[in-house]
């Protein structure tokens, strides 16, 4: 494990909850995330996972509780608030728009940064060129971190590429906004194993490539989780049951009940 | 890597060839449309339509042929827009003796620039916008006020009805704006009844009997509503019409592809297609939702104004709920978010029906036909949506060959 981290904390949850009816989805959460650190997000379906992510990206609002981000609490912030402040992420069922090309795909994480907007579209188009240069070169880069061959196919729409390679792109678009808290989703979702191993490799590459960026990354495949995150959080039922290195966790009875069933209760 | 899927290869021809090639087809298409228009018989249309079936299939067949033609268009791009621009020059001064046609291909104009509008917000936004009529009719009726009552000159009026059509669309979408999904169709339905009903019943808009007397447009003295007389012929006032008309088209021609080939286009294509995506991306998406729509209805309505100053009567059955579906069917069936399918559709809803009427009872029934024969074998529109190729923005042309840059 690469020990990148540097002790400041980046961010971190408190007591967050978040109620659907009667339903407690995600029920008084603490956790917290180091600067430069990959922390894996773990619990059998329907642990309230990914309703943290939605609720971190600010597309929940949670019903008590609070999540800070670089020392500022970001409740109550509309999605592309915190977006621009830092957190991105990617989804578990693939949120590319497939009839755009690659790199359109990719410049939308640009968005907020671009300054030309109507007016120049309209009247001056040579600022409009100098930025979709400088984007379109800082698009190519990202593809080349992942895979050399999409630096080729970015002017094809994001429908004709393999599955892995659309989640390549949709970790590129994240990765445009040039964020200090990446989310992923299950990114490893419908892939083979040899798939995602690559992704991982590449997960490794991006991290190294942009320092001091913090994953948490929400995976199903213990693989993944124990050779590429630092500590993990383990849920059930909306609550943390677990936290600590991937040994330390996996090891704890609560989490082997989660999983596998309570000894003497079925499921 | 064999990555890149190989387009059947096109033919390299000489340069007089390519532009042969080039001219030849502006030309065919310019003496096609003329036939179409002037020989008043229905069998033409029948014609036309196998000739062009025929054609699609001969080049479905030999797509090395239709590759070859793309090529030397793309090669020849200055001598295929002059062409063209011949063409569009010489046009009105075919039809002689026939006004009225002239006037329907001035009336197809005027929508060319709403329908280029509502493109911005249903075909590049996604918003289903299903007022346009209304915005029509509020760019309309501001026009022929602001004219009657204050005496203002239609150069003025024009402006002023685009953007009282924009502010008034603002309005309309504040409320908007807390609802979500297809919430803006109902509450634009809700706002093109209401319009109407109000020209309806308002004492100021003149009520059933609409606004009469619109002064219509004049230059430097020179007013619109006269004959042009050139060659010792006597050529129909909508010679005048149809020049302002094809200039206000090519203004927002240019402007509706600048906006599609730049960051806003990228922008409203995300958030059509997802928006949870655009959000979580950085994207403020009621800003670039309001931006749309009322930019598109900006449009929309400097046409309803032309309209006033072209017909010089408004009433308010020009400005109904049918006149917004057929708005809505040329950029669905001209193709989503692609300008120059908005502009083909146009042309062929606004005069295909005046064609029909050959068949007069049955015209509808037909019109009706083609719209769903088309969407069953196009989907997506005669010219479906395009990958962006910021073509004049990025150097090295295609995107599609990009390699390296990379290594930057």
Known sequence: ?267 | MATITMKSTSRKLSPAAGIAVVLGVVGAVFLLFLALILIQEGWILIAEIILALAVIYYLKRNPHIEATIKTQFNLHRGVAIMGAAVALLIFPFTMYENAYWLYNVVIAGSFIVAALGLNLQLGSGGMVNLAGAAFYGVGAYTAGLLALSWGWPPWLTLLCGGLVTAISSIFLFIPVMKTRGHYLALVTIAFQFIVVILLDNLEFTGGPQGLKNIPLFSLFGYSFNTEVELFGLTFPTYVNFYFLILLMSVVTIIVANRIYQSWVGVTLATIRDDEIAAKTSGVQINKWKLIAFSVGNFFIGISGAFYAHTVGFISPPNFVFEKSLVMVSIVILGGMDNVAGVVLGAILLILLPEKLRFISDYRYLIYGLVLIVMLIFRPKGILPFKVRDYLGLVSGAKLKSTKGGAEV
């Open chain 1, 1 to 267: 494990m690469t020990a990148t981290t540097n002790g400041k904390k980046i961010f971190w949850t408190e007591q967050l909850t978040i109620k659907f009816g009667g339903l407690v989805a995600v029920d008084g959460v603490d956790m917290d995330v180091q600067e430069g650190e990959i922390l894996g997000l773990i619990g059998p379906n329907g642990s309230g996972k990914t309703t943290i992510f939605n609720m971190i990206t600010g597309l929940y609002i949670p019903t008590t509780g609070d999540f800070f981000f670089d020392g500022e609490s970001l409740l109550g912030r509309q999605p592309y608030e915190i977006a621009r402040r830092g957190v991105t992420r990617t989804f578990q069922s693939s949120r590319l728009c497939l009839d755009l090309s690659v790199l359109d795909n990719i410049f939308i994480g640009m968005h907020y940064r671009q300054r030309s907007w109507l007016f120049d579209a309209i009247l001056r188009r040579g600022r409009l060129a100098t930025e979709v240069t400088q984007a379109k070169r800082k698009a190519l880069e990202l593809l080349e971190i992942f895979n050399p061959e999409l630096v080729g196919r970015a002017g094809e729409p994001a429908a004709a590429l393999p599955q892995i390679d659309r989640r390549r792109v949709e970790v590129c678009r994240a990765m445009a906004v040039e964020p200090r808290l990446l989310l992923l989703d299950e990114p490893s979702a419908g892939m083979t194993p040899e798939e995602t191993e690559e992704l991982m490799a590449d997960i490794k590459k991006v991290q190294q490539a942009s320092t001091g960026i913090s994953i948490i990354i929400i995976e199903h495949d213990m693989k993944v989780i124990s050779s590429i995150t630092e500590r993990v959080v383990a849920l059930n039922y909306g609550r943390k049951i677990a936290e600590g290195t991937y040994q330390k966790v996996a090891g704890t009875e609560e989490v082997r009940d989660a999983y596998l069933g309570k000894r003497g209760h079925h499921q």
